[in-house]
């Protein structure tokens, strides 16, 4: 209910194959970033030797919130070609909090895709892949509007070559590119008696990824390549005034106004990187990354109000940014393991934080200014990890300190007032912070107590403080933790997953963040599998139906319901799978 269009919510969670998480600035060949890397994997089209059509349709309920979703895949295999298609929908009401407090974020999606797969030989695959995702009537509760429509189209082309020579291992290509017609509206608010407003945003991202895998020996392997990325945001809000704001009284005669969101802002990154792993023997290897981009951007139509802030200079810094990484890992006898990496990841501001113009895009109420002469963010971290690995059991952790300067950070601009109707006098604008410093550490364990018994654990802390400010850093998470325990058989499992989570009491006066309190949720999950092919699944989340939220959790926005947006209650799920 709080975001507009998290990443998310252009994956199909049927479609997910595995998820990789690759911890710090400790990698370069998934573009320019200061922090960890999330590499959601899809799955390929399925292969089968018999020619047939195969598939899969699933389909599920859950009591909060009454929503039905379901899903449909067919796929066939032939000598050279592969080929599938699927479509879903999805129907998702508003959930109910644990004191029983109803969140609007209803929703209506659905969703098609067709996959293509060629193999000239065994060496080589070309696959191309389209999917269109339609959203309707999207309630955000931590946004001032409602998602009328989204039209969301993606087209990608995965090429790999095997061993192309003794030396190149690999060649792995991809290009995509993606298109997202956005609608937002005010008609189901308060204000929209007094005001009018919709807002027809179109979204465009497309790049392209090439790389090569080297073995110049046996105990060397190098990954090289080039990268691009382009974003295009256009799009304007109108709004219809039809009554006096000061006195509510009707307009004689409605005025129209046309406020510029995104004034047609482009920025384009393209980069080259090289990362090298040297296996010194069976217990020692050695990583050692760089990568180099360009950055630039501008707004092609920008508002009078924005041009005039930055005196007509509002063309973005070019950035050339460099970012590297080392680590050096050792397994040692008797199951143990470790890692010392250091890394430098440095990122450009992004589109928000370049070009929005007096928009609520914040936790907060205050409108946001972009500002395009941000500095490069640069986080310097090093980290340290341990594991080790008995029969039975299993334990791990690690520890991390960063310092990144240039931090990006939205700071209220006492110079700079609020443009549109609201409580807060002043807009915040987007200000790099001198020095923010960051230490953490995450635990992890996992046991077999029986043969078919197993427990398994996290711990997870991250302490953060402005330097310049002398207070804590805003938007960090508290100490959480989570205990799992679950019994499998040949043929059906159960398991239990206790999370606890801290009081977040360290928080950022000039940010006006709120402490959150401590809280714990327990979910419990049964899945069996009755005949080959056939899988069911029962859920129950939040079985005490705990009233809580997450400290990340965003205000409500002109909406009547005043505080901060709070998680789910109680939820039973259910879930169903066949595949033929």
């Known amino acids: 209910p709080g975001r507009m269009d998290p990443a998310t919510t252009h994956i199909n969670p049927q479609e997910v194959e595995k998820i990789e998480v690759i911890r710090g600035p400790f990698s370069v060949r998934y573009g320019p970033t200061t922090g960890a890397v999330i590499n959601i994997v899809t799955e390929g089209i399925p292969r089968s030797h018999d020619r047939r059509l195969h598939g899969a349709v699933q389909s599920g309920y859950e009591t909060n919130g009454n929503t039905h979703l379901g899903q449909l895949q067919l796929n066939r295999s032939g000598d050279k070609v592969d080929f599938a298609a699927g479509a879903g929908w999805k129907e998702y009401g508003s959930y109910v909090s644990g004191d029983g407090t109803q969140i609007p974020s209803s929703f ?41 429509s989204d039209d969301s189209h993606f087209l990608t082309l995965d090429y790999r070559r095997q061993q192309l020579t003794p030396f ?7 290009a995509y ?40 020996k046996p105990q060397l392997l190098i ?56 296996y010194f023997d069976p217990q020692w290897t050695f990583l050692a990354g760089m990568r180099l981009d360009r950055i630039d951007g501008q707004p092609k139509a920008p508002a009078a109000d924005f041009f005039e802030l930055y005196d007509g200079n509002i063309q973005a810094d070019v950035h050339w940014n460099y970012s590297a990484t080392a680590a050096l890992s050792h397994q040692m006898n008797g199951g143990w393991n470790m890692q010392l990496a250091i890394g430098r990841g440095v990122r450009s501001p992004n589109m928000i934080e370049r070009y929005i113009n007096h928009f609520t895009v ?70 790099n912070l001198d020095q923010v410093e960051k230490f953490g550490t995450e635990f992890n364990a996992s046991c077999t107590l029986h043969s078919n018994w197993s427990l398994s654990g996290t711990l997870a802390y991250t302490w953060a403080q402005d330097q310049l400010a002398n207070e804590p ?41 709120q402490t959150t309190p401590g809280f714990s949720t327990l979910d419990l999950r049964l899945g069996t599998e009755l005949i080959e ?34 998680e789910p209650g109680r939820n039973i799920t259910f879930f169903g799978k066949y595949a033929f």
């Open 362 to 431: 914040g936790q907060d109420a205050y409108e946001y200014v972009g500002n395009p002469h941000l500095k490069p963010e640069a986080n310097h971290q090093i980290e340290w990890s341990t594991e080790y690995q008995h029969n039975h059991w299993q334990a791990g952790v690690n520890i991390f300190y960063a310092r990144i300067g240039n931090y990006i950070m939205g700071v209220v601009d006492t110079n700079l007032n609020r443009k549109f109707m609201g409580s807060l006098p002043y807009a915040r604008r987007f200000t």
């Open 177 to 216: 590119a993606t298109q997202v017609d956005h609608v937002m509206t005010n008609a189901r608010r308060p204000n929209f008696m007094m005001v009018e407003a919709v807002a027809d945003v179109q979204a465009n991202t497309y790049g392209a990824q090439v790389e090569l895998s080297l073995n110049p």
């Open 473 to 513: 850093l805003a938007e960090i998470s508290p100490l959480a933790g989570t205990i799992g325990l679950r019994h499998e058989r040949a043929h059906w499992w159960v398991q239990t997953d206790l999370r606890i989570v801290g009081e977040q009491n360290r928080v950022s006066q000039r940010f006006d963040e």
């Open 533 to 566: 092919g056939l899988s069911l699944g029962v859920a129950v989340l939040n079985v005490f139906d705990t009233n809580y939220r997450e400290h990340l959790n965003r205000s409500y926005r002109n909406s009547a319901t005043p505080g901060i947006i709070l």
């Open 168 to 174: 190149i291992s690999q060649l792995r290509f991809k």
């Open 108 to 148: 209506s999606a659905y969703d098609y895709n067709l996959k293509t797969a060629y193999r000239p030989d065994e060496q080589q695959l070309l696959q191309m892949s389209w999917r269109s995702a339609f959203h309707r009537d999207v309630l955000h509760s931590g946004l001032a509007m409602d998602t009328d």
């Open 223 to 278: 990954y090289t390549g080039l990268d691009y990325r382009g974003l295009k945001r256009s799009g304007d809000r109108t709004r219809l005034m039809k009554r006096n704001m000061m006195t509510g009284e009707p307009l004689p005669m409605p005025m129209t106004m046309v406020d510029a969101i995104w004034q047609d802002a482009r920025i384009n990154q393209a980069g080259a990187f090289a990362e090298a792993r040297y």
